[in-house]
């Protein structure tokens, strides 16, 4: 059969109604997303930084209340009841003023190793701990934007995403900031438009300087925010050297095979003299706060046991030679959890444990909420006043 160029158009559309259709009813009964997840009281406790019977008394005398859990008969908090109880207790981790926010990228050339994928639960994840947390999606395929529930091409607009302030049309960042379900979470989008934005930058590189965009953007909202997580997309593009210049920290995921292995040994050349042409030219000094790999998509024992093993031996040479200083403890698993809650457009943390298999949910559960403690475990080193007030709650 001829396919024409009308015949592609058709096949846009037929492919917008089909996201449509899914989103009607993964999201029943009107395709919206929602956040309904409500923690027990030991987990609320925990985010809140106070015990058990310092919250149930909370409950007892109204300050919070609880929720049924949608679908269940638990009952729990839900996470604005938690930030009411941390606004209640004082215990709300936000940064100084004189403390800047921590930028981390969660960078790799390679494609698929689960950037958008951390990147999205580590934004979650400092959110629901209070921390007021920004998320940009900078890649033009919009994985990210998607997690929280958007159809780029139908729901976003070009200039909903960072396209017009790379343009020249907005002066800061502040229009393309948009709330999120989550309290506390916030969200630049991205849609196909924003890929214009990268052939922009290019034509622009003898008026303006190649990677000035994203961080004079960042500058422009940063004080409202204390954690900022950027979505790069895979390859050394115009974006993508913007985030690495932009960042204070580098999350790099590694899944432990050959492949992957070896093409971020190139990542990190590419890294190296990328940021090298620059500090010389400029004569400027740069330094990162952290620069971690993490291993990613790691096979299970369970899953998979003779490349499981195979993998547990590179993962063995990676730790010897990165050591503790380049490397985490904690590892994402390739998980059934993670990718089931991914093609119902959401995260482990939106998903309230009863609806999955709940062992392979806690695995992954358990493995994510480590690397995520590693990292801000790491931000807090540079936060002395909210180090000191986490430590006494
Ligand atoms: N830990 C995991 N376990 C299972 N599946 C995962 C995991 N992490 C990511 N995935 C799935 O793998 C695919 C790629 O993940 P993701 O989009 O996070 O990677 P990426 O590095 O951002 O990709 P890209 O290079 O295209 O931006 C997605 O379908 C995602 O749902
Ligand atoms: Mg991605």
Request: charged content about 25%.
């Amino acid at each position: 059969m001829a396919v024409s160029i009308d015949d592609l158009g058709d096949l846009v559309q037929r492919s917008d109604k089909l996201i449509e259709l899914l989103k009607r009813h993964i999201f029943s009964p009107d395709g919206a997303k929602r956040f309904e997840k409500v923690y027990r009281i030991g987990e609320a406790a925990s985010l809140i930084g106070r015990h058990a019977t310092t919250i149930r008394d909370a409950a007892n005398q109204g300050v919070i209340s609880t929720e049924r859990a949608a679908g269940t008969n638990a009952r729990g908090f839900t996470l604005s009841d938690i930030n009411k109880a941390r606004r209640h207790y004082n215990t709300m981790p936000q940064i100084a003023v004189d403390e800047e926010p921590a930028i981390m990228a969660v960078q790799n050339f390679k494609g698929g190793v689960g950037k958008t994928s951390i990147a999205v639960h580590l934004a979650q994840w400092m959110a629901i701990r209070g921390f007021r947390t920004l998320l940009i999606d900078l890649d033009s395929q919009a994985s990210a934007t998607t997690l929280f529930g958007y159809t780029p091409d139908m729901d976003i607009d070009g200039d909903d995403t960072l396209a017009p302030f790379i343009m020249g049309d907005q002066r800061t960042m502040h229009y393309a900031i948009r709330d999120t379900l989550i309290e506390n979470l916030s969200l630049i989008p991205a849609n196909l438009q924003l890929y214009g934005a990268e052939y922009y930058i290019a034509a622009q590189s003898e008026r303006k300087e190649i990677y000035s965009y994203l961080p004079e953007g960042i500058n422009s909202i940063k004080k409202d925010f204390d954690v900022i997580v950027l979505d790069p997309p895979p390859a050394l593009g115009m974006l993508s050297i913007n985030a690495l210049v932009a960042a204070t920290s580098l999350l790099i995921p590694m899944p432990p095979r050959m492949l992957d292995f070896t093409s971020s040994l190139q990542f990190f050349n590419m890294l190296h003299e990328t940021l090298e042409i620059i500090v010389e030219k400029h004569n400027v000094e740069f330094n990162y706060d952290f620069v971690k790999i993490v291993a990613s998509k790691k096979k299970q024992r369970t899953s998979d046991e003779k490349y499981a093993r195979a993998e547990d031996d590179i993962l063995g040479l990676a730790r010897d030679i990165f050591g503790k200083e380049y490397m985490l403890d904690g590892i994402i698993y390739e998980s059934t959890a993670i990718d089931n809650a991914a093609s119902e457009f959401k995260t482990l943390f939106e998903i309230q444990g009863q609806t999955t298999s709940y062992k392979s949910f806690r695995t992954a559960m358990a493995a994510i909420d480590g690397v995520c403690d590693e990292v801000m475990q790491e931000m807090l080193s540079y936060w002395p006043s909210l180090k000191a007030k986490i430590k006494a709650a």
